[in-house]
Structure formats: structure tokens, C-alpha cells
């Protein structure tokens, strides 16, 4: 294997060896598997029944309970014999941190074990050691000496492991050799998997999670490949995006990080993991999944240098997967160069458009001053087809409009004209900056066309697909350009045609996120087809059950979406960012209450990252590169983090908030909420 994936080409499941929980298989190229984790507490055995049962009920294929110590593992037992009395058999399996002795007894009971390499043996201390061959070699012994006994257990038993990285939870040993790295998470889990396949046993699933998707993604990648080149085989990939929050933001992650690398085949199994309730978990696994059920491997898109056929020997990718790099462009006004991602907004739906119907893309206007109000993720541009504005323009807003509308505009300021490719060439007439439509179809191999385009410094590209694989296709492009040393900056246009506001989130998430992780994209512009926008009329403004974006209009769930998109693959950061953990039954405060009380006062300190985390014995390693931390220590204490620094500890939480607040405002990343205002 030369990267990583089965096909950069078509859709093609990387095959895995099958791994057996119980009675259900994975890998192999056995249906992608859904699950969840239980957030009571593993000694209440009724209620974590019940919440097993309302996740199987779901959908859940798996159910994962934490086993902090030996009592609860112990109690597993209880916990799996009452389901199992109310006919339920979903596979369990048992989250292990720091403790072999509660793994060893949860091997027994139920059909698989999480650990984490990172702690399993290692107990972390933040700190940088430098370590020899020998003192790492010594360390290598040690680990197998405590781990070995697990991996016969789980051998004798028949029970499933997962070995679980995660990103910031890595051992000071890994960390002092090769850092907090994707290839760090990589070695932290292959040096268990070289362990247990010393001992024969290949019952195994891999993760490599990470609260960030660019890392997470990164880090997959490089672990099929290294599995690759050591074994020749890969194991089955359980995909998640950790700590990755709650409403939009978490769906959105999620799907970002596992629908990139399901898009290049890789993963058997996925976790959504949502600070809401477990259950909520697997509609989103659902909706994720379903995009690849069916899905056609005949398909392919075609290119002289991009093609399955020659992916063995001589493939050429003028961009590496595993190390993030911004497509070189050269500027066109704000687009491309070193300016962050634009959105553009599609009105072009609307009948008539007044200042008001820009209050749902960033601009709201105040007629009694006669000033606009602009926010932090306003957009940047708006496509309006025919449609020339009756009123003064707020801030830099652009228009883009159609060629014959363009040349009957007085203000060329402020209007600029999209063309088709073929439109573009013939046009005698043109704007300085000009967009132009590729439609990036797989029945189009030959990419000469493009050659019209190479260093003319007004034209922004705009990639669209409409077949079977959108995102292969808008990839390819982006390789052909690379290829042909094109600069021109890219705007990426996503139409859906799905049903739900979740499924045109994960939609757009996937299509697009997937580019900008490559670092390809100086743009995004998303939009639903006739049909779908109909129906999202209703369907988005009555979303009733749903705890987040609700009562929008079309444009305005799709500007969020788009600028949540961007903030998600770093690419332009618009507001706060928040990673809270699922919660388990190590929680020790109501997550979902006080993350929603943490959002409510800091959502306006844009580019800061906020933790909130259940406990302190994960928490501190899992939350990563957050810039702050709310960790809870204790019953009704908490914590408080600044970067990996304790800097309150044990608060109570009725004031730790408020304590968070002020921590805040000591390190100077407080504001106070405010707007940039525009005279009209
Ligand atoms: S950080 Fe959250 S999800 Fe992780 S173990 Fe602690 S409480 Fe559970």
C-alpha cells in the first residue's frame, strides 16, 4: 500500500481483518457499526440498564459502560445479566483508564474491553523525560508484562479489545519521542498491537481519537499505513471525534472526522460523541452511516495521473494526507492567499431581498439609526442569480450575480459576474474579479480546459459535482490543478439534496470538511436543491425535539453551518470553541446544564477554547489543547485549568463558573460583547 486508502478514486472499504463481540462482526467489510457509552453511574445497575436499553433501542450495536475500578467491573456482570433477562443481547463493552485489574475482570464478563495505551500502564505527569533506547525498551518490557495478562484473558474468553488512542492522553514516553503528534498516537497503539500479536491474538479494534479532526483524521490515515507496511494487514478502525460538544458543533465535528475518512474507506465501526444524551448519539451515527450504504463501487473518477489503475505503482498526489498544507493561491480581492476561508451566501431562492433578509447571513439593520450591525460569522459574499439589491450595501458585502444581470449593474464595485467555463472563455466583457463554474464531472477526463484559466489573475474557481462522488470529484480537480500548477483560489459549492437539517449538516460537513482538512478551499458556498429548500422551509423552522438551531431560516442554518464548518477544520475561526466531554459514569456535574451556562457567557470571546470536562482523571489528559479548563475534581468542587496549569482548585461549583469568568478576565482573553457597527 503506498498511502493509505483502497481507492483516492472511488469508493472502496479498505478490507480489515473480522474481529467477533459476541455474536456481531466487524471489519471485513461487514456492515459500518453504530454505538454509544452510558453516562450513569456503572453502580446504579437499574439505571444503566435502562439507558442501554433506550441506545439499543435506538439502534446501538454496541453499548460501552466505563469500569473506572474493580467494583465496576465487577457489576458489569449484574448490569449484563438483567438485560439479558429483559432479551436483550447487544454486545457490551467495558472503558478501562489506569486499571488493569478492572479490565482483567471485565474480560470475563462481557464481550469487549476498551483501553487506553496512553494509561493503561503509564500514569501521566505532564512531564517531558528524556528517555534512552534502553529506558524506552525498559518501558516496552514493563507494559507488556501488565498488559499480556489482559490479551490471554481476552484470548481464553473469546472477548473483543479495543485499543483506544487518544490524542491527549498520550504517555510522557510517547510524548518524548515523538510528541503530541498523529505518529505519536499511532505508536502509542501499535506497541500494544505488536504485544498482543505476539501472543496470537488478532480479536482487535483500533482507534485514534482526537477532539481536533485534522488530527484525528491525520492520525488514521497513518495508522493504516503503518499497519500496512509492518503486517501487511490492517485491523478494524473504530472512528470518533472525542470531546467533540454538543448541537451543531458536535454533529458537525463528528461528521467532519469520520466522514473524511469514510469517504476513503476506512472505518468499521463509529461513535458520535455528544455532550447530550447517549441515545441522541445514534440517530447522528445513522445519518452518517447511511451516505455509504448502497453506495455504488463502480463508480470511478478518472484522471491521467489520479487513477486506481496506477495507484499502486505511480500515483501522484501533490499533497501529502498526513500533514496539513494550505493549497498555495494567489489572491484574487479577499479570496485565496494568505485570507481566511470565504463564505458565500445563496439567496438566489428568494423572491425580493430587503435589508432584512440579511439579518439571517451576519448583517442586521437598524432603520431608526440607519446602521448595520455586523457579526463575527457574517458572510462575505451573497449569490443572489438575477436578483440586483434595491439598498445600500453593509460593510464589504459582495454580490455575485449572473453574467447578463452583472453587465446591466451601474455599481462594478460591488457586483461581480459567475460564468460557466465555456461561458468564461467567450465572454468579451469581464469583471476584475470574475467566478467561474467547473463542474467537476467524472465522465470529464480530459482537464485540458483548465489550462484557460492557469495564473489569470481575476478568475476564482468554483467546483461543484453533482454525480456519484461528489467529494472524489471536487478532490480530483483539486489534484488536477495542483498538477497543472494552477493557483487560482477555489470556492467549494455543496448542493444537498437530503431530508432532515441533520442530514444536510452532515452533508455539507463531510463534502466540504473533507477538502479543507486537505487544505484545499479558499471558500465555501452551500446550498440545497428546489426540492430540499421547499422542504426545509418548514422543516427547520419547526425542528421541534432538536436543542439546537432552531426556528431558522434556510439561509440562516446554512450560513452557521457553513461558518461552524470553517471553525471545525480551523481553517477561520468565528466564535468560541468548546470541547466537552460525553460525560460517563465518572461525571461528577450535570455537563449538558453547565455546559449550556459556560456557553451562554463566554460564546462571544471568539478563537478561545473552553474545556468542560466530568472528571479529573481524565479530564486534565483529554481536554487536549484547550486554552481553559472546567474539570471536575469531586462532588460539588471543580476545578479550574489554564492551558495544563491548575490555577484554582476544588471551587465550589455553585460560584466556579462565575470563577471561570474571572480567570478569564485575569488572563486577559475577556471582552465584553460587542458589535461592529456600519453607518449605511
Ligand atoms: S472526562 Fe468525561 S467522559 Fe471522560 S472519563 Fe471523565 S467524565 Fe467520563
Redo the contacts with the bound molecule.
Sequence with gaps: MQFYSESLTSYLRLPTKEVKVGELLLGNNHPIRVQTMTTTDTMDTMATVEQSIRCIEAGAELVRI?APSKKEAENLLHIKNELSRRGYKTPLVADI?FTPNAAEIAARIVEKVRVNPGNYVDKKKFELIEYTDADYAEEIERIRERFTPLVKISKEYGTAMRIGTNHGSLSDRIMSRYGDSPMGMVESAMEFLRIARCENYHNIVLSMKSSNPLVMVQAYRLLVKTMFDEFGEAYPLHLGVTEAGDGEDGRIKSAIGIGTLLEDGLGDTIRVSLTEDPELEIPVCKDIVKRYQGRSTKYEVRSTKFTTESQASDLQLSYSPFEYKRRETFSVDNIGGHHVPVVIADLSKLQSISPKDLQSIGYTYNEATDKWTISDSAADYVFTGHLVLNFALPGTLKVIVYPATWLMVEDKTKYFPIFDDSGYAKSEVKSNINFVMIDCDISNTDCSFLDDFTNDPSAVLCLSSQNALPFHSVRRMFTELMNKENKSPVIIIVDSNWQTPDEHLIHFATEAGALLLDGMGDGVCFGMTAEAYKKQESSIKNSSGRNYSQNLSVEQFINITAFSILQATRTRISKTEYIS????G??LFDLQKTTAKIRAVTNHLKGVKIAI???I???PG?MADADFGYV?SGPGKITLYKGKEVVKRNVPSEIAVEELVNLLKESEVWVERSEVVFQS
Design positions: 466505563t483508564h466531554c460525553p460525560s460517563c465518572r461525571t470536562m466530568g472528571c482523571v481524565n479530564g483529554e471536575g
